[in-house]
């Protein structure tokens, strides 16, 4: 490790004097661009001694530098390149230098017209944000980012990938209108399609128990609907649980709509995101804390 560290090191000297020799003068008359694309070469391999000795800070350093001979040089897609390798290895260490760098690799795929490369890396970003730096209202932004830009490029099944990640995070932070309008667009547009045509039953599901936080009586309204649209719905556990629970609502009776819930899950686990929502519709019920 300390030989890959050294060797960095020495490669990092030799890129620096090759650029000093380019902007000299004679340097820049006769091979000024030829010693910076040699610089830039340098810069890489010492980038990846860095890696090798886990300097990972030292390594994005390095990315970081041949990225921006690069822009110089006018070789966008390398430079481009160059800032997500930086953003690599920056987020072992430096999340924020991280998504820095993904955001300057971004605006050059903007740049290019590369629109699949810019919804990826803010796709990236959303990921450092959810996991990593646990900012849940910036995860939501850049994943919207994402959608919008895979969305142009025709790129559905991706856009509605990162579109569920926002559905999701804004029914954790009550944002339910907009949740469950996410869900209904996608379980309708699943609808269209007889690969994906059963799966608009849970992003039905999901959407009726958004509506649930809000108003039981709108959430009558829109499980109706989704019975129309899709009459399969009407046969699925998924189906049979709402109407009970929207009973219970009805009635005002939690202990109903605990007994429903725990029947459901005895035969179909439900995941951290549905207990959530679960709790937080019994509250509206009895104003209990948790599900007995």
């Not at 020495?10 to 091979?31: H, T, V, Y």
């Not at 900012?135 to 025709?154: C, M, P, S, T």
């Not at 998924?238 to 939690?254: F, I, R, S």
Request: charged residues 30%; glycine residues 4%.
């Amino acid at each position: 490790m300390a030989d890959s560290e050294k060797k960095g090191q020495q490669l990092m000297a030799e890129a620096e004097k090759k650029l000093k020799s380019s902007q000299s003068f004679l340097g820049s008359m006769f091979g000024g661009a030829q010693k910076q694309e040699e610089a830039c070469e340098l810069y890489e391999r010492a980038a990846n001694q860095f890696k090798m000795a886990k300097k990972w800070n030292e390594a994005g350093n390095a990315f970081c530098q041949s990225a921006s001979i690069h822009l110089t040089l006018q070789v966008k897609h390398q430079a481009a390149s160059n800032y997500v390798d930086a953003a690599t290895s920056y987020r072992k260490d430096d999340q924020e230098k991280a998504i820095s760098c993904l955001q300057r690799a971004i605006e050059i795929y903007i740049d290019m017209g590369k629109f699949t490369q810019a919804a990826k890396h803010h796709m990236s970003i959303a990921e450092i944000y959810e996991t990593n730096l646990v900012d849940l209202d910036k995860a939501v932004e850049h994943y919207e980012k994402a959608a919008d830009y895979y969305k142009g490029e025709e790129s559905n099944s991706s856009a509605n990938k990162c579109l569920l990640k926002v559905a999701h995070y804004s029914a954790q932070q009550e944002n339910y209108d907009k949740a469950f309008m996410i869900y209904e667009e996608i379980a309708d547009s699943s609808l269209e399609s007889p690969l994906l045509k059963y799966s608009a039953k849970d992003y039905f599901f999901r959407a009726a128990l958004c509506h649930m936080c809000v108003d039981n009586q709108n959430a009558q309204i829109a499980i109706s609907k989704y019975e129309d649209k899709f009459p399969a719905f009407s046969d699925s556990r998924e189906y049979k649980l709402l109407q009970k629970l929207v009973a219970a609502g009805e009635e005002q009776n939690a202990d109903d709509f605990t007994d429903a819930v725990k029947q459901y899950d005895s035969i179909s686990r439900l995941d951290n995101w549905y207990t959530t929502i679960l709790l937080r519709i019994k509250k509206t019920i009895a104003g209990d804390s948790d599900l007995k």
